[in-house]
């Protein structure tokens, strides 16, 4: 690879980065204009001191005459504390504006990216992006960001007064002070690879200890609780050295260029010494009041100051190409674009249709293709059964037919305004109250619907006998309710939804006799009320309550005939 070629993530993510920065630009113009203002503060703060005790010791000026330009340094140090809080606050609300921004962009493109994108990517790994790399987004955008023109515009101001006082001084200036940044690009180009070795590092971590976590009953059973203990601990410490390794490259840093700048602070020092002591005779050196040579010597600690702030918060610049560079590669994960909604009429204008396939053909990677072609057409208010072996394509067809996967190739239509609902084999159920979980998918409803919802999923016994109704907490992944509760609260969400087409994949899987029949009285009731189902399923009964029973192989799609027989619907 070519170092252009090299160089072109690094490249993508600075300028990503611009980007977000100038979403923000009102907030930094009005931090850099307040830097700006501080520093003019501080030049008039320090030739007023500097005026003060030459005034006193040069001039022997009585102290009660001198009360303006003590009123005046008064006054410069005031207006130095409000623009550096001025600058403060508005770096942090900028901050926090990208931060809230970019996470907002973060959610909606994995809500965009759907289930099935989704399994690709672990669940620790997302939430580290979501949480850690988008705030390491601020301290580029509070700080880095404003300071680094700072660094320029301050300087420039402090080099003008220094050459209208001493050309020769102000030269030493000049000459030290591209020092600073140069080590500071030096050793912050191994900062960022150590802070994106690092995201890496805690991805990882994370993603190792849930792995553990969820796995634990497994892992008892098994008697490998002290091996995961062992690997858990080796992955931390394996962080724990990198971390270490960066701290160290930011010590390094700052050490090297707290060396510069006090060695150039000591070279101006000496000159302004010696200068005033008449040992140097060279240029303006002879020149050199108290005056002049205390507001130099003044001036070094503050020349330095913008640049020393500047290396400071490079880290937090490093940081943020380090994050910028996984959310970037996120960001660019290109989410399905789902079924297109159009007006749809049937072929022999009986009823009209509900959602319609042409053509439709999927294939995944490694696999070839796994679905079609393939047309179908599902009329409003049918309840459809897809069945066939394991493999054969049913959930792929539910995933295209939801907006999950994309087709290869065909056209998916759906009726116009068309919404839908799902239900997986594994609902998804978050920790916290029944009514909670009821009022992801209505979150206005009010108690009296929800338990309307409960009691057509079959539910209505179980709220009766909990003590706490529906503020009955739930553990995570609905722990506390079984198998069966668990599927039929994920129904009564369906109800909730009033979606006119509902797509199910494998409703009654892993239940046992009971729960199955319920949910399937359950299902009955959502055809009742004239919603479109189309379900994957095995189930004999299932099969039994739809109007078309579909049947899958190699991804194609036969007709198969329903069974009716007591001994086929036992």
């Known amino acids: 690879m070519s170092r252009s070629q090299a160089q072109t993530p690094a490249r993508a993510s600075r300028q990503w980065l611009a980007a977000q920065s100038r979403e923000v630009r009102g907030y930094l113009s009005l931090a850099i ?25 040069v001039h022997e000026s009585a102290l009660v005459t001198l009360w303006p330009y003590a009123a005046a340094l008064a006054g410069a140090v005031i207006v130095r504390s409000l623009a550096q809080w001025l600058q403060e606050t508005c770096g942090l609300e900028a901050g926090l504006r990208v931060k809230a921004r970019v996470r907002a962009q973060v959610l909606d493109h994995l809500a965009a990216l759907g289930p099935v994108s989704l399994a690709e990517r672990h669940s620790a790994g997302s939430t580290a992006q979501l949480v850690d790399q988008v705030e390491a987004l601020e301290g580029y955008i509070a700080r880095y960001v404003p300071q680094a023109t700072l660094a320029v515009v301050v300087p420039l101001i402090f080099l003008g007064v220094a050459f209208s006082l001493d050309w020769l001084a102000a030269l030493f200036f000049l000459i030290a002070a591209p020092l600073i940044p140069l080590f500071m690009a030096l050793i912050g180009m191994g900062a960022q690879r150590l802070n994106e070795q690092q995201f890496q590092a805690m991805t990882r971590l994370a993603g190792h200890f849930l792995d ?74 002879d020149q050199l009041t108290l005056f002049s040579g205390l507001f130099l010597l003044f001036m070094a600690p503050d020349f330095f100051q913008p640049l020393r702030l500047l290396a400071q918060h490079y880290h937090d610049r490093a940081s943020a190409l380090g994050a910028a560079e996984g959310l970037r590669a996120l960001l660019a994960q290109t989410p399905p674009q789902g079924p297109r909604m159009a007006p749809l009429d049937s072929d022999d204008d009986t009823a009209p249709l509900r959602a319609r396939l042409a053509g439709v053909s999927v294939a995944h990677a490694g696999r070839g293709r796994v679905l079609g072609p393939l047309d179908l057409d599902i009329a409003d208010g049918e309840v459809v059964a897809l069945v066939g072996p394991s493999g054969a394509g049913k959930s792929t067809l539910l995933q295209v037919l939801a907006g999950f996967v994309d087709a290869e190739s065909g056209e998916v239509l759906l009726h116009a305004e068309s919404r839908l609902a799902w239900l997986d084999q594994r609902p998804f159920l978050m920790q916290g109250t029944l009514a909670e979980n009821l009022r992801l998918v209505a979150p206005e409803a009010s108690d009296e619907r929800l338990r309307e919802a409960l009691t057509a999923a079959q539910l209505g016994d179980l709220l009766n006998a909990l003590p706490e109704g529906l503020e009955t907490f739930l553990g995570e992944r609905g722990l506390g309710l079984s198998g069966g509760q668990a599927s039929r609260l994920a ?32 299902l009955k009731q959502l055809a009742a009320q004239g919603r479109t189902l189309v379900i994957a399923t095995h189930h004999p009964a299932v099969m039994a309550m739809a109007d078309r029973v579909l049947r899958l192989e190699a991804g194609q799609l036969h007709s198969h005939d329903v069974p009716t027989s007591p001994e086929a619907l036992s």
């Open 491 to 522: 129904l009564a969400r369906v109800f909730l939804s009033d979606a006119p087409l509902v797509l199910l994949d494998e409703p009654t899987a892993s239940l046992d006799p009971d729960s199955e029949r319920r949910v399937i009285e359950g």
């Open 33 to 57: 204009a307040a830097g700006v203002v501080g520093g003019l503060a501080t030049l008039a703060q320090l030739g007023l001191m500097a005026w003060l005790i030459s005034a006193v010791v």
């Open 212 to 285: 553990r976590v969820r796995g634990l009953t497994t892992l008892q059973l098994f008697g490998r609780t002290r091996q995961a203990t062992e690997e858990v601990t080796a992955v931390a410490d394996d962080y724990r050295r990198r971390n270490m390794k960066t701290l160290r490259v930011a010590f390094l840093s700052s050490a090297v260029l707290e060396f510069f700048a006090s060695v150039s602070i000591a070279v101006i020092a000496i000159y302004i010494g010696f200068g005033l002591l008449g040992y140097i005779q060279f240029g303006p050196a």
